[in-house]
């Protein structure tokens, strides 16, 4: 089942669904790329695409990735995530990450690859941030 369709800036079309891959429909033609090696299956629920064309998508379990040229890299609770269920991902105008969990969220900086979760320890009310909850800028 598709869980969610993400026009790019380039009238590039990605679907997430619960697969092992990420479609893209360019040109009439579709494409399907591994998320993870390893992987069997991937809930994939948002996609988000920055201000330079990057598309970067959420997940149910595995944390969030980033689409490269035929593949996917992988940032995940091992890599300072609060955790791999997430509900959304956005980006504000520093190309910074905002991932919402449904614990609190979590900041990315790209530039310098640090991690600030905000969670009930910083007024955040536990299970406040729900699969419907998106973070725009």
Do not use: H
Request: aromatic share 14%; net charge negative; with cysteine.
């Amino acid at each position: 089942s598709v869980n969610y369709v993400k026009v790019a800036s380039d009238g590039v079309v990605y679907l997430a669904t619960n697969s092992a891959f990420i479609s893209r429909i360019k040109d009439g033609y579709i494409d399907n790329f591994p998320v993870k090696d390893g992987f069997d299956v991937v809930d994939i629920n948002m996609i988000s695409e920055n201000e330079i064309g990057e598309i970067w998508f959420s997940s149910n379990g595995n944390g969030i990735f980033k689409l490269l040229d035929s593949t996917c890299a992988n940032i995940s609770k091992e890599n300072g995530l609060s955790s791999d269920y997430c509900n959304s991902l956005s980006f504000d105008e520093n190309n910074n990450i905002w991932v919402t969990f449904n614990e609190g969220l979590c900041k990315i900086n790209l530039q310098d690859s640090t991690y600030k979760n905000y969670g009930i320890n910083y007024g955040i009310v536990d299970r406040f941030l729900r699969s419907s909850v998106g973070v725009y800028n």
